[in-house]
């Protein structure tokens, strides 16, 4: 770590929901963050007024709410046109941003001949070469420039190339190293004057003393244009970390657009934010995914040296799984409310009985119903006499903790039945299921009246 403290930033466009994907992204900035006493930058990139919409901002930091992902600073691009036109100006008066006149077709055509001479389709940076009076006639034909940044591989000439490499150790993927003569000049302004997403994501980046940039390895490429980019700002770049993208099992990488992968949809799901942080945390490293209710353990065993560098294998059964373990595992206190909030009584008694049979906390609800509502009889005519058995044999009121122990006990002996053929009739007429929590944890729940109610 430097002597500086940290400072990270989440850059989602707002152009649709975050998926899974993103929100592990938010996900190991924000803990990056919060494990170097650092702070934690959301950052909208909607410079795109066609594509990016409030409303899908909005939703963004709702789902990070959601997720505990609480940011200490919000910025928005589009509130920060002026800084990044000052910049623009800055690298046009250095001669490092630059009018480019080619249509689309032109660079397609340019493209395609360069591939047939064996050449890197990339720009050939010959709209240096325009005259003044050259460009003055293509803008008075009506011809609109775009700009592009110029790459630093030259020394005098910028017609001239040299050999240069950007260089910079990856905290994720260790050493990296790109030749800037493998890529073109990129475009950093539109022929309509609006901002492509590099210019304004260095300027910003600089403008907040961004010090670690954490990003999915999608962008490596990226990374070495910026770096060049801080230098022509004469900008120190802040440190890199490029993680792996999480893919479906099959390979298929996950679009922003899969409804039942957004945050959103998680949540509506019934799934618990904190099964969502487990598996966005711990999905990719060296770490066992495990269900962990709490983000301040999550910081306490985070770190990036711990992230692969191959793609994030996310098997969507798995939050399902993940989730019922959490549950499991969570206990009254946490939930009170929640089920409060749901109408179910029963207490800490109820809680202990059920939660080992949920897969999402909604399903609490059902078993309550079960055991406080009336029950439609369902029984096999061939238990019948064992039921009404059971009925006579149920201990009296006032109950202890022995009610249980002591009916079985009474009843095996009264009719010779053990195992499943005891069990299994007791189970469908109390709770008209076959599988469920203990019956001896239910019973005291559903209670005498209700239970002898359920055997006659
Ligand atoms: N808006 C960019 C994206 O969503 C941000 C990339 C970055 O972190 O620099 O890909």
């Not at 770590?1 to 994907?21: C, E, L, Q, W, Y």
């Not at 998680?266 to 999905?283: D, F, P, Q």
């Not at 992230?307 to 009254?332: C, K, Q, V, W």
């Not at 800490?348 to 080992?356: L, N, S």
Request: proline share 6%.
């Amino acid at each position: 770590m430097n002597d500086t403290p940290a400072k990270v930033r989440f850059a989602p466009s707002p152009t649709g929901h975050i998926h899974i994907g993103n929100a592990r992204t938010a996900l190991i900035n924000w803990l990056f963050a919060r494990k170097h006493g650092g702070r934690f930058v959301l950052r909208f990139d909607d410079t795109d007024p066609e594509r990016s919409r409030a409303e899908y901002a909005d939703a963004i930091a709702a789902d990070l709410g959601w997720l505990g992902i609480d940011p200490d600073v919000v910025v928005r691009q589009s509130e920060r046109l002026a800084l990044y036109q000052a910049t623009a100006e800055r690298l046009k008066a250095a001669g490092r941003l630059y009018p480019c006149y080619e249509t689309a077709d032109e660079l397609d055509r340019r493209r395609k001949r360069r591939r047939a001479r064996g050449l890197p389709p990339i720009y050939d940076r010959s709209a240096l070469k325009l005259s003044a009076a050259e460009r003055a006639e293509l803008e008075a034909a009506g011809r609109k420039p775009h700009w592009r940044f110029l790459l630093s591989n030259f020394d005098d000439d910028p017609e001239r190339i040299v050999h240069r490499k950007i260089t910079w150790p990856d905290l994720v993927r260790g050493p990296q190293t790109i030749d800037l003569g493998s890529l073109s000049d990129p475009v950093l302004i539109r022929e309509d004057g609006s901002y492509l997403y590099t210019l304004p994501s260095v300027a910003d980046d600089i403008d907040l003393a961004i010090s670690h940039v954490i990003r999915g390895d999608d962008h490596v490429a990226n990374t070495a244009v910026q770096i060049d980019l801080f230098a022509a700002l004469g900008a120190a770049a802040p440190r890199f970390a490029h993680h792996s993208l999480l893919t479906m099992a099959s390979g298929e990488g996950l679009s922003k657009r899969k409804g039942a992968l957004s945050i959103a949809g998680l949540r509506a799901a019934g799934y618990e934010a904190a099964a969502v942080t487990s598996l966005a945390a711990l999905i990719g490293t060296s770490d066992a995914i495990a269900p962990m209710a709490d983000l301040d353990d999550l910081v306490a065993g985070f770190d990036l040296s711990k992230l692969s560098t191959s793609p994030a294998r996310f098997d969507p059964a798995e939050i399902g799984l993940l989730n019922a373990r959490l549950l499991h595992e969570t206990g009254y206190d946490a939930v009170a409310g929640r089920l409060d909030a749901l109408g179910i009584g029963g207490g800490e008694a109820f809680w202990a009985a059920v939660r080992g049979n949920l897969t999402i906390f909604a399903e609490a609800a059902e078993w309550w119903r079960i055991v406080a509502e009336p029950l439609a009889a369902d029984r096999d005519p061939a238990d019948a006499e064992f039921l009404t058995r059971a009925a006579d044999l149920l201990p009296p009121e006032p109950w202890d903790d022995g009610v249980w122990d002591a009916w079985i006990a009474a009843l095996k002996s009264a009719t010779g039945r053990k195992g499943k053929s005891l069990f299994q009739p007791l189970r469908r007429a109390l709770t008209g299921r076959d599988d469920g929590p203990e019956l001896r944890l239910l019973l005291p729940l559903i209670g005498y009246r209700n239970t002898k109610a359920r055997l006659s």
